[in-house]
């Protein structure tokens, strides 16, 4: 039995509205400040040196990145491999991924020595560089995106969504390996220097989408005081379990070869077991909280079907992903760039030993600034245009869903 | 380690010459202007020319840093933090884990063929010039960093400050990245670089600068009958600083 979906506007007349909208346009300020500072007295300011060329605000920013490309993967699901369940939820899909690539790419650029050079950048091209080539990516992505939502939006448009589903998922492949790749490419690195880098991304970029789609759906549900029903919200955690897991794969198999290969030991060794900070970022909070903890929660039966607990285990994906992405940029920069192999090598210029930073205040603030843009989008998105629908039931979102009580147990019984 | 595999190096030869291309498209600016301000009329820069640096280590005294100091002095580096101070040239120091033997080198911008930093430069400020020095412009430069990220030497310093009383002749900028510019202000005036003449100075000769092109130039000759090698050679970049003794 086919049901008609209703979207509609979120109200926005609440005081909580108007409190959520508040605190985040407060955030962003902060960060604009931040910002603002670091620019102003020069990233002497900031924890990043010579060693340590690209900090926090690139944690931040990459995150975000990834996460936003995987995000569009519910409108994937739903307009590429025509899972109708899904398709309710493609819209949100689709604006989350727009905010969170525009708060992602606010950050990079408020980090630049030289944001002001912004038009530089749109107008010199070195055509040679992964980077210009990302610049076209993001700005692409972010027009494919909206074409596509428009397709979905507008009912005369609807039968193109597929074909915009289509471009947009390839997109969103590109988009990522494209991000990948800036670490990819750095040969010179010890941590970087791997092919297997850009295929990880894009699964981690899986993870960390839903991850975040799931959080913002419930929040949004929640609040707006629209029923959500149990049926979508298990399908998602249960693509969620299995996105962990791939997650998880990839870091093994990136780890395994590379202790295959003996001029990465060293590196390896630093990662897993003396590199400190980074060592425990890795087990503790990538390894265990991020990936270990979550899939536990979200497939034990006692907790599985809790969405408290499948927010948490949301959560905790997020945090793990931001302490991977962590360990992947700034531990990659810690570890000494090995330019004399077998030689014990020291400097003026650290080079040899492990590079120490701190993240610092303003870089903090700059990237917790950049989330605000997304979420501001999206909360003026779904205030704006009808991007949600009125209702989740899972009679609109489980295709087996019966009206009648016995079909509905048989289906009960085969799922 | 000099030799590539033929069409390995063609390959690179030609994304080399598009890189330069690139370079001199996108920098036409700071190419005039050094042509005209430091060059005689007649002579343009050209790829007939490589320069290039020849370090014997066996020459470089411990605990000197002549070099290091002159260079800090030709462009007034340095500032009170070591981990922001742009250094374009340091000294390192290298222990043979085996078997003890000890050495110590200057360690500079390897003016490299085919410099992974104007690679990945998304702006084009990252150049190199036909003469096979590479610099940045600092016009252009939007300080993304990602140059710092992909060199091997880590070569390459980020002004993290306001600057004071800047040499004229070596503009930098606060925000922009820098790297040992080969003192290309010098070398237009057929002059050698600061950091050379202050080994010299010193007595001690370690190193040599000069067109790698030139058959007849001094480095040629050293290149040609002893043996030396690149740092990283295993990359090939095809190195313009060559080192002797390690
Ligand atoms: S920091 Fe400047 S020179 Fe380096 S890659 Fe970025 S734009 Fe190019």
Request: aromatic letters at 10%; a neutral charge; glycine letters at 10%.
């Amino acid at each position: 039995m086919k049901q008609q979906i209703h979207y509609r506007e979120i109200d926005g007349r609440s005081p909580g509205f108007f409190a959520l909208l508040g605190l985040i346009g407060a955030l962003i300020l902060v960060g604009l400040g931040a910002a603002y500072y670091m620019e102003h007295n020069g990233h002497y300011v900031t924890g990043m040196t010579n060693q340590i060329v690209w900090g926090t605000p690139h944690v931040f920013a990459v995150f975000l990145i990834v996460a936003a490309s995987g995000a569009l993967n519910v409108a994937s699901i739903s307009s590429v491999f025509g899972k109708t369940a899904y398709k309710p939820l493609a819209r949100l899909s689709g604006l989350l991924a727009i905010a969170l690539l525009v708060g992602g790419l606010a950050v990079l650029v408020l980090d630049l020595g030289r944001p002001d050079r912004l038009i530089v950048a749109m107008t010199k091209y070195n055509f040679k560089s992964i980077f210009a080539w990302n610049i076209f990516l993001y700005t692409g992505f972010m027009v494919i995106v909206a074409v596509y939502m428009w397709f979905l939006m507008e009912r005369k448009m609807n039968r193109f969504s597929k074909v915009g589903g289509l471009t947009a998922f390839i997109w969103r492949i590109m988009l990522t390996t494209g991000t990948g790749s800036i670490f990819g490419f750095l040969v010179a690195r010890q941590a970087y220097d791997a092919a297997l880098m850009a295929p990880m991304f894009v699964i981690m970029s899986f993870s960390y989408g839903l991850a975040i789609y799931l959080l913002v759906l419930m929040a949004a549900y929640k609040w707006t005081n629209r029923p959500l029903g149990d049926a979508i919200i298990f399908r998602l955690k249960n693509l969620l379990g299995v996105f962990i897991a791939s997650v998880l794969y990839f870091v093994v198999v990136y780890h395994l070869t590379n202790l295959y290969m003996t001029e990465h030991h060293s590196y390896e060794r630093f990662v897993l077991m003396d590199g400190g900070v980074y060592t425990q970022l890795f087990w503790v909070v990538q390894i265990l909280l991020g990936s270990l903890l979550p899939l536990l929660l979200l497939y034990l039966p006692a907790t599985g079907k809790s969405r408290t607990w499948i927010g948490i285990s949301a959560a905790l994906v997020i945090i793990g992903g931001m302490a991977q992405i962590y360990i992947i940029i700034i531990g990659g920069q810690a570890f000494p760039l090995v330019l004399f192999p077998g030689m014990e090598v020291s400097s003026s210029f650290y080079d040899g030993v492990v590079s120490h930073y701190a993240p610092s205040l303003p870089e903090i603030l700059l990237g917790i600034g950049g989330t605000a843009i997304a979420a501001i989008i999206v909360l003026l998105g779904v205030r704006v245009l009808r991007f949600l629908p009125v209702s989740l039931e899972d009679k609109y979102t489980d295709p087996h869903h019966e009206t009648t009580g016995t079909a509905a147990q048989a289906s009960e019984a085969t799922a | 380690m000099t030799e590539n595999s033929n069409t390995d190096k063609s390959r690179r030869q030609f994304l080399g010459s598009a890189a330069v291309a690139a370079g001199m498209a996108v920098a036409p600016g700071v190419i005039l202007h050094q042509t005209a301000s430091a060059k005689p009329a007649d002579e343009a820069i050209s790829s007939k020319v490589r320069w290039g640096m020849l370090i014997d280590t066996a020459k470089c005294a411990n605990g000197c840093d002549a070099c290091v100091s002159a260079c800090d002095e030709e462009h007034n580096l340095g500032g009170g933090r070591s981990e922001t101070d742009a250094q374009w040239i340091r000294k390192v120091e290298l222990r043979d884990k085996q078997t003890g033997h000890s050495l110590t080198m200057p360690l500079l911008c390897q003016h490299c063929e085919f410099p992974p930093c104007v690679d990945v430069c998304p702006t084009g400020a990252s150049f190199r010039r036909e003469d096979g020095i590479v610099l940045v412009d600092k016009h252009i430069c939007i300080g993304c960093r990602y140059c710092m990220m992909a060199c091997p030497y880590k070569a390459r310093s980020f002004i993290h400050e306001d600057l004071h009383d800047q040499k004229p002749y070596s503009p930098r900028g606060k925000g922009t990245v820098e790297s040992c510019t080969f003192c290309v202000h010098r070398v237009d005036r057929d002059e050698t670089p600061a950091c050379v003449e202050a080994c010299d100075a010193e007595g001690h000769n370690a190193m040599i600068f000069g067109d790698m092109n030139n058959p007849d130039s001094e480095i040629s000759r050293q290149l040609a009958s002893y043996s030396s090698s690149q740092i990283r050679g295993d990359l090939g970049l095809n190195t313009g600083v060559r080192y002797r003794g390690i």
